[in-house]
């Protein structure tokens, strides 16, 4: 739900931070958004299965997780934004990627 709730209310939520239709960085903050939307169910089971590590009395594979996680991001950002030219959306694809990559590596 809260995916579909920031891919559709997306232009909602800009105009509830004050983000005008007319700047412009409306557009791209709408893509940005639409697209990181598809991260929020592993984000979810992240934090979940976060919190059973530390019930567990474990912070370093979360750790890892998210170092290996932020590691996938960074690379991927550098080649989804720049060599493949997708902007905006290249930026928010590596970011779900890792989101997803954090989970897997959590559960």
């Given at each position: 739900m809260e995916t579909v709730a920031l891919i559709f209310g997306s232009g909602t939520l800009m105009d509830f931070i004050g983000i005008p239709v007319d700047s412009p960085v409306?557009?791209?903050a709408e893509q940005f958004l639409t697209f990181r939307a598809y991260g929020a169910p592993p984000i979810?089971?992240?934090?979940?299965a976060q919190g059973a590590f530390r019930g567990l009395m474990d912070t370093k594979t979360p750790l890892y997780a998210i170092g290996v996680g932020n590691l996938v991001n960074a690379i991927l950002d550098?080649?989804?934004?720049f060599p493949l030219g997708?902007?905006?959306r290249g930026a928010a694809?590596?970011?779900v990627t890792s989101e997803y990559v954090k989970?897997?590596?959590k559960i």
């Open positions: 409306r557009i791209p979810i089971v992240a934090l979940a550098a080649i989804f934004v997708l902007g905006v694809l590596a970011t989970a897997i590596m």
